[in-house]
């Protein structure tokens, strides 16, 4: 996430979701709710999940919504809103699923199954400006409605009843038990949306409805702080333990290390210094991610890094195991392919994806400095080369920044590196309109799976800001998607992996570890190698 929005989600480990401490776990003479409090690293924008694909957006709706199957403590999906998990018919491109009776949004509607069919469908409306279509894919007619040749009615899911959905395949999807559990696939109450307005769901709590184990209150729109509270209409209220979960945005890793020593922190994600100066203390978990931080590379027409050369040169003079070792000091580790470690295992090979298809990130400024030389001469350009690099403004956003920028400026002749670090709308702005030559971003997997990570680098994605663009690349992860084998879906998925280091279409970076100080009376947090922290089965003591 994704996220994604010019995302998306610190170390990159800033940008995920963190706990507070509950005013009750530390101060039983505040209150005597069973209370948590949650971090994110940007303010909250929005809750609707037809147009955006933020990072605290999708921790929000982890916490607050349901789809048809949800992710449980071992990263596998289970029903929540359908009753059971349903094998598909029709050789793999059929499913039909029943929605629970007793399921109820907040303010007590019933949810049907005309409440996936209006999202999901809303979700790939063009008047909606929606930008996670991709994930789409696979489903009947949803290429054909992305390219504009199809009507988003006409996509492949229908409410056949009041509680009873059917979805449509274009080919088997071995991956679609865990698509369907991401918040892009969450269901809305199609009376409470028309109700408040579709351009004004989800922009503040009152506008805001949900399906899962808490509601938002407190939420304006713009404020920095909001609170989740136990929803009494959820269908499975017998197992949330937790009265509250409190929001709040904190930007700064020694912030939230300083809160979590006075005892005012169950749960904070450190990075940077902080993490390195801690990796011995006992309260550290570190949490495993299917996360890639990299840099996306302005590949327009005109733009010097639509020169293969020059893109390669830039990866050849950065040293990602510095970068990852001395300036990050996280546990974070050195990138050499697209596809984190540990995101899943090639059936065919029994090998981690990740690992089989890797390159080395060594360093190889000879190589690097005569490629410069042979790129600029192929793209005309003599002199000074600027270089500009965009990205959010959290502190190790701008250390990741000058790290690159000094490798740059020392190693290539004639590049001069300037850094923009911009508040999230700014620098969204700055990616969709391409004023950039590199962009700091990551990509934090939605689901486990490689085409996850290598579906959104296909020309013309929204997820794409880059315009990285190579038809070979496009071919080989169609091939993969509508693969009716499993040979055939991992052969073309290695292919593809392989295709974009070959092009040097984005410059991985690192792979983040996520560096926890857990409070040891905070459990049963699921930590999702892939997706987002689900705190809704957490408790404390």
């Not at 700064?252 to 979590?260: E, G, K, P």
Request: glycine letters at 6%; proline letters at 4%; one cysteine or more.
């Amino acid at each position: 996430m994704k996220k994604k929005n010019g995302l998306l989600l610190g170390t990159v480990t800033l940008l995920a979701a963190v706990v507070l401490a509950g005013c009750s776990s530390n101060n039983a003479n505040q209150s005597s709710k069973k209370s948590i409090a949650l971090m994110q690293t940007s303010d909250l924008t929005s809750l609707d999940n037809t147009n955006q694909a933020t990072m605290p957006e999708f921790n929000t709706l982890t916490n607050i919504s349901e789809g048809l199957y949800r992710l449980n403590d071992k990263d596998q999906p289970v029903a929540a809103m359908a009753t059971q998990i349903e094998k598909p018919t029709d050789n793999g491109k059929k499913y039909v699923f029943h929605i629970r009776k007793n399921a109820k949004w907040s303010n007590g509607d019933p949810v049907t199954a005309a409440d996936f069919e209006y999202s999901w469908k809303r979700s790939l409306n063009p008047k909606n400006n929606p930008v996670y279509t991709y994930v789409f894919s696979g489903i009947k007619n949803a290429d054909a409605i992305i390219a504009g040749k199809k009507s988003y009615k006409t996509l492949g899911i229908k409410a056949t009843s009041k509680r009873t959905l059917t979805i449509t395949l274009d080919h088997p999807m071995a991956y679609f038990n865990k698509l369907v559990a991401m918040p892009v696939f969450m269901p809305q109450d199609k009376p409470f949306v028309e109700k408040v307005g579709t351009k004004a769901y989800g922009t503040t709590a009152k506008n805001t409805v949900s399906n899962g184990a808490f509601k938002i209150t407190g939420w304006t729109g713009t404020n920095d702080s909001y609170t989740l509270e136990k929803n009494s209409h959820y269908w499975d209220k017998k197992a949330i333990k937790l009265d509250e979960i409190k929001y709040q945005t904190v930007k700064d890793a020694n912030t939230a290390h300083n809160l979590f020593t006075k005892g005012e922190l169950d749960d904070a994600t450190i990075s940077g210094v902080t993490a390195k100066n801690l990796q011995g203390n006992k309260n550290l978990k570190r949490v495993p991610k299917a996360w890639t931080y990299y840099l996306q590379l302005n590949q327009r027409n005109g733009q010097p890094l639509a020169n293969k050369k020059l893109r390669q040169a830039l990866s050849l003079v950065i040293d990602k195991q510095q970068l990852a070792s001395k300036v990050l000091a996280d546990g974070s580790t050195a990138a050499s392919s697209f596809v984190s470690p540990g995101t899943s295992t090639d059936p065919t090979t029994g090998k981690d994806f990740s690992k089989e298809t890797s390159t080395t990130y060594k360093p190889n400024v000879k190589k690097a400095k005569q490629l410069w030389a042979e790129g600029l001469k192929e793209a005309g350009i003599s002199g000074k080369v600027n270089i500009s690099i965009i990205g959010d403004d959290q502190d190790v956003t701008k250390n990741v920044a000058q790290f690159v920028q000094s490798q740059v400026e020392e190693n290539l002749s004639g590049a001069k590196v300037e850094i923009s670090n911009l508040p999230d709308k700014g620098f969204a702005d700055r990616k969709t309109s391409g004023k950039f030559t590199m962009s700091q971003w990551y990509w934090l997997a939605d689901f486990a799976d490689p085409i996850n990570y290598l579906g959104i680098l296909t020309s013309g994605n929204a997820m794409n800001p880059g315009h990285y663009s190579d038809k070979t690349y496009d071919t080989l992860v169609e091939k993969a998607k509508s693969a009716s084998t499993q040979t055939a879906y991992w052969r073309n998925l290695r292919a593809a992996e392989n295709r974009l280091q070959d092009q040097t279409g984005i410059i991985p970076l690192y792979y983040v570890k996520e560096s926890h100080l857990v409070n040891s009376k905070l459990t049963g947090v699921a930590y999702h190698v892939a997706g987002f922290a689900d705190y809704t089965r957490a408790s404390i003591k």
